[in-house]
């Protein structure tokens, strides 16, 4: 090989061997990972069915149904209740007087209280803890808070047979 060879492949060999080591490096960069956990609550319930109701036995029917709460960590929680569509005449929201109907203006008188005898605190909607049940907070979205509601049909009720129903709101805070 001549010298004029060997000095072209030595320059040659060289500019590879520089091109190699400039891409050879490394560099970093950073980024951000965020989000915004919201406030919310998914709220469900269960009825209060007191099943056949027979006002000649004298016998007061209670039942319990129940207000769910699923909320975000850390909420405080508290419910609520409306008078219902059939609210007797003088029923408050802090006190209501509850009335079930048989849809031809027949009323039949219960009562949703915030806790089980002996309380008979009437549910409704007010200060927590007086009109309604204390307020609760939420330990994990995992874990869902119950409201118990007790309900109460006083024995000895005066209405006639049929069917009788009320819709009453709950009304959950966060």
Not at 10 to 31: C, D, E, H, R, Y
Not at 47 to 67: E, K, L, N, P, W
Request: aromatic share 8%.
């Amino acid at each position: 090989m001549t010298s004029g060879k060997r000095a072209l492949t030595a320059a040659v060999i060289a500019l590879g061997a520089s091109a190699a080591s400039a891409w050879g490096g490394s560099a970093n960069t950073s980024f951000s990972v965020s989000t915004t956990v919201v406030n919310n609550c998914t709220v469900a319930s269960r009825g209060i069915s007191f099943g056949s109701y027979d006002a000649t036995r004298g016998i007061t029917a209670t039942a319990q149904g129940a207000v769910v709460a699923k909320c975000t960590r850390g909420d405080s929680v508290s419910v609520a209740l409306d008078q219902g569509i059939y609210p007797a005449p003088g029923s408050t929201p802090a006190v209501p007087a509850r009335r079930m109907s048989d849809g031809a203006s027949h009323y039949l008188p219960y009562h949703i209280y915030i806790a089980a005898s002996p309380s008979r605190t009437e549910w409704g909607s007010g200060a927590a803890g007086r009109n309604e049940p204390l307020t609760q907070i939420a330990p994990s979205v995992g874990a869902p808070l119950t409201f118990t509601t007790y309900g109460s049909l006083p024995s000895g009720t005066n209405a006639p047979a049929g069917n009788y129903l009320d819709i009453v709101t709950a009304i959950v805070t966060f």
